[in-house]
Structures are given as C-alpha cells and as structure tokens.
C-alpha cells in the first residue's frame, strides 16, 4: 500500500468536501455521493496513467466527463460539469491539506 493511501482518509474527505462545497451543493451531494464520487476519481486515476501529464486541463476535462458518464451510468444521478467541477475543486482542497508530497 502506498504512503498516499495511508493519509487519504475517506471519512475526513467526506466532511472537508461537505463544509467545503458552495451551498447550493450541499443538498445535491450526499454523503454516499461523495464517496462514490471518490471512488469513480480513483477508478480514473487506474485506469488512465495521468499523474505526470503536462496538460492538466485536457485531464480535468477527461475526469469530469468520466465521473459524469459513469454516475449515469451507474445510476447515482446526473450530474453536470460545473457541479463536478466544484466538487474537484473541494476534493483538491482536502487533499491539500495532507503532506502528499513533502
């Protein structure tokens, strides 16, 4: 297992991304959106070696449409990609918050 799997922890994530998310969000996000959401973000990252690329608004990009194809998909709901984008944009500030890369 990795260092990064470590310090993830899901359940801080969650509550981060909660007090995190613009207000009009809060109620179109529950806490089990969230972590499915979470999970379809670590589904991207497998499936598609992405870390080290140089264009990381084509990357964005890729996993909004991803997260949004496959919440369809598994019928969790629809999404549009500024509500996902918003919620990248929590995730990125929880993960912040964490000594990833020191």
Known sequence: MSELEFDYDEE????????????????RFSDDDIYYLLDVICDFYDENDYLDEEDEEKEEKELIRFIIRQAQKDGIGEYTEEEILLFLKAEDAYSDTLDFFE
């Open 12 to 27: 801080a994530a969650v509550k981060f991304i909660r007090n995190y998310l613009p207000q009009e969000l809060k109620d």
